[in-house]
Structures are given as C-alpha cells and as structure tokens.
T-cell receptor, first 118, second 118 residues
Framework: AQKVTQAQTEISVVEKEDVTLDCVYETRDTTYYLFWYKQPPSGELVFLIRRNSFDEQNEISGRYSWNFQKSTSSFNFTITASQVVDSAVYFCALSEVESDNAGNMLTFGGGTRLMVKP | DGGITQSPKYLFRKEGQNVTLSCEQNLNHDAMYWYRQDPGQGLRLIYYSQIVNDFQKGDIAEGYSVSREKKESFPLTVTSAQKNPTAFYLC?????????????????FGDGTRLSIL
C-alpha cells in the first residue's frame, strides 16, 4: 500500500534562513506522481508542484526548489531565504497511476508546520 | 473566477443531527473529493466521485454520505452516526485520468468548512 511520511512535524527558522522539508514515500507502482501543497492559516490547500516518477530532474521556481531522488524514495522541498509569508503547513502527496484506475487519488503525508520568525 | 466554493465556513452540529456541507465548482472538472483534516494531521479521504451519479468510499466513509446529481456539486452529509465529527473538511476537484490519461492533474481545493459539536 502507498504511504507518505513527513518526519518533521514542526520546523522553526528565522527569516532569510534556508529550510528543507523532507518527504519519503512508499509505492509498488513504477508510474506515480508526487505533489507538494501549501496550507496557509486561512485553510485552503495551494498546489505548488507535481512531478512524475520518470522525471528525476530537480526543479527550481524562484526561492523554491525540489530534489527528487528515486533511489531513496524521497521528494524534498527547500525554501531559500525564507520569509514570514512562507509560514504554513506543507503537505507532500503521492498519486499512483497503475493501481489507481484513473481515480487520481492522493495519499497525503502528515504535514510539516513551518514557522518563519522575523 | 473559476474555483471551488465551500459553505458554510463554520458549522455547528447538535447531538443526533445530520448536517450537510456544500461544495460547488465551476472548473468543469469531472472528479470531486471530500477530505477530513484533524488538528496536526494530514488529509484523509472520505468519499470521491469521478462522474455524475457515481461515487466511491474513501478511507473513512463511515458516518458520512454524499450525492453527485450535478457535475458542479458534491455535497457531504455528516450523519449522527459519525460520533467524532469535529474536524476541518476540505473539498477538491480535478480532471480525471480518463480525461487526461496518465497525467494525474493536481487537485484544486476549496477554503474548507470547520465543523464543531455543540
């Protein structure tokens, strides 16, 4: 069965520090997708990135970067020069393709609460 | 603007009462989902629907019911059988894999409904 683990329940940093949020996943499928979502205090989940299992290139988007390592089943998320507005709960999620029957189902990790202090 | 609207934002339930949470989307998405989020935890899937007049149970369907009479709407009823309904409920929608094979498009989320017991 699929599983997503975010071992860090809470991280606190000072503004301008870099911070990495860890995500480890388990799946038997060879084709799957990984996602990161941000949940600010207002509650809605904001989509950040989607990565398929065949694309191990790291991705950078502004201050955000993602490191996908299939060998260690990890999809870590780094925020460079963190800002107070980055404070939120961040969720990693997995979507299996082969065993999902096109249901587009997501399995979420428990989330990491990031607090960026001024 | 296209998006997902959940209402009400806050809801209170009395003992033995059924309550219904509304979820409407104008994104023309085929699939819709209901999640439950407990404090400090990730999201757990309650029900999902890939097409009108069809829906499936998720991981924690007991004590909940849904309907999908229209593509745009996917209301969730929290019945009196759900003994611990206090939680944050999130609705989401997406393009299904049947529409965009192997793409696993990201799910788009509403702002959530916070349900409490009186």
């Amino acid at each position: 069965a699929q599983k997503v683990t975010q071992a860090q329940t809470e991280i606190s940093v000072v503004e301008k520090e870099d911070v990495t949020l860890d995500c480890v996943y388990e799946t038997r499928d060879t084709t799957y997708y990984l996602f990161w979502y941000k949940q600010p205090p207002s509650g809605e989940l904001v989509f950040l990135i989607r990565r398929n299992s065949f694309d191990e290139q790291n991705e950078i988007s502004g201050r955000y970067s993602w490191n996908f390592q299939k060998s260690t089943s990890s999809f870590n998320f780094t925020i460079t020069a963190s800002q107070v507005v980055d404070s939120a709960v961040y969720f990693c999620a997995l979507s299996e393709v082969e065993s999902d029957n096109a249901g587009n189902m997501l399995t979420f990790g428990g989330g990491t609460r990031l607090m960026v202090k001024p | 603007d296209g998006g997902i609207t959940q209402s009400p934002k806050y809801l209170f339930r009395k003992e033995g009462q059924n309550v219904t949470l509304s979820c409407e989307q104008n994104l023309n998405h085929d699939a819709m989902y209901w999640y439950r989020q407990d404090p400090g935890q990730g999201l757990r899937l309650i029900y999902y629907s890939q097409i009108v007049n069809d829906f499936q149970k998720g991981d924690i369907a007991e004590g909940y019911s849904v309907s999908r009479e229209k593509k745009e709407s996917f209301p969730l009823t929290v019945t009196s059988a759900q003994k611990n309904p206090t939680a944050f409920y999130l609705c989401a929608s997406s393009i299904t894999g049947s529409t965009a094979p192997l793409s696993n498009q990201p799910q788009h989320f509403g702002d959530g409904t916070r349900l409490s017991i009186l």
